[in-house]
């Protein structure tokens, strides 16, 4: 059963390009989460999506990102016009259901693409 | 969701016990504390999740005082593999709910040989 896998691993871009971040959730998993994680800091949540809806965006900067998970195909993290400061490691995670009565679901994430902008 | 408090960084040696302690004196009576592993390079790993008491499996143990204002990951016998960094979170799960993990900056354990 393979994990979480996003692609690509590492993606060089120059400013004013756009960034495209694909994540493939585990099989069975219909719940994705993109996070961002800068050197030295932890991870911050960006948007938590269901197929074909995006449920919380509230991470998400209102400019330049969008995220998308459509019915078949993996999920995209959209980075248009991209600036210096974008550059970070951006995580996906999925897991096969939200929360569930007090029952936790595991969040299992991928390796992450980590994003240069020059 | 409740902050949390952890130290910066840590470090140990190979075979010695490490406790890691969280502090999180605003934790809410339905949340729970949940600790998660990172290496270098790679995406964050579950360790151990637990609401009181104690809680161990094959990899960890998370002792809870009866408070619950704070929490301490035990790590047995650390090996030079064990070095990274972890993150104590604390949050809710309940139904119709979901997952919005808060990380803040973790320990970053070094282990020495």
């Known amino acids: 059963n393979a994990g979480v896998m996003q692609n690509p691993r590492h993606l060089v871009r120059r400013r004013g390009q756009e960034a495209r971040l694909r994540c493939s959730p585990m099989k069975g998993h219909s719940h994705v989460y993109w996070y961002r994680q800068l050197p030295e800091e932890g991870l911050k949540f960006m948007v938590y999506?269901?197929?074909?809806?995006?449920?919380?965006e509230s991470g998400m900067p209102k400019e330049r990102f969008s995220a998308e998970f459509p019915k078949e195909g993996p999920s995209i993290l959209r980075i248009q016009q991209v600036v210096r400061g974008d550059s970070a490691a951006y995580f996906c995670?999925?897991?096969?259901?939200?929360?569930?009565?007090?029952?936790?679901?595991?969040?299992?994430f991928g390796p992450g693409t980590r994003l240069t902008v020059l | 969701l409740a902050k949390t408090t952890q130290p910066i960084s840590m470090d140990s040696y190979e075979g010695q016990e490490v406790n890691i302690t969280c502090s999180h004196n605003n934790i809410a009576t339905n949340d729970y504390i949940t600790w998660y592993q990172q290496f270098p390079s790679q995406g964050p790993r579950f360790i151990i999740q637990g609401y009181k008491t104690k809680v161990t499996n094959e990899v960890a143990s998370l002792f809870i005082p009866a408070d619950r204002k704070s929490s301490t990951l035990s790590l047995p016998r650390v090996s030079l593999s064990d070095t990274a960094v972890y993150y104590c979170?604390?949050?809710?799960?309940?139904?119709?709910?979901?997952?919005?993990?808060?990380f803040g900056a973790g320990t970053r354990l070094a282990v020495h040989p």
């Open positions: 979170l604390v949050g809710a799960y309940s139904s119709g709910g979901y997952n919005k993990l808060i």
């Open positions: 995670a999925s897991s096969t259901r939200a929360g569930d009565g007090g029952t936790y679901n595991e969040q299992f």
């Open positions: 999506l269901q197929k074909e809806n995006i449920i919380d």
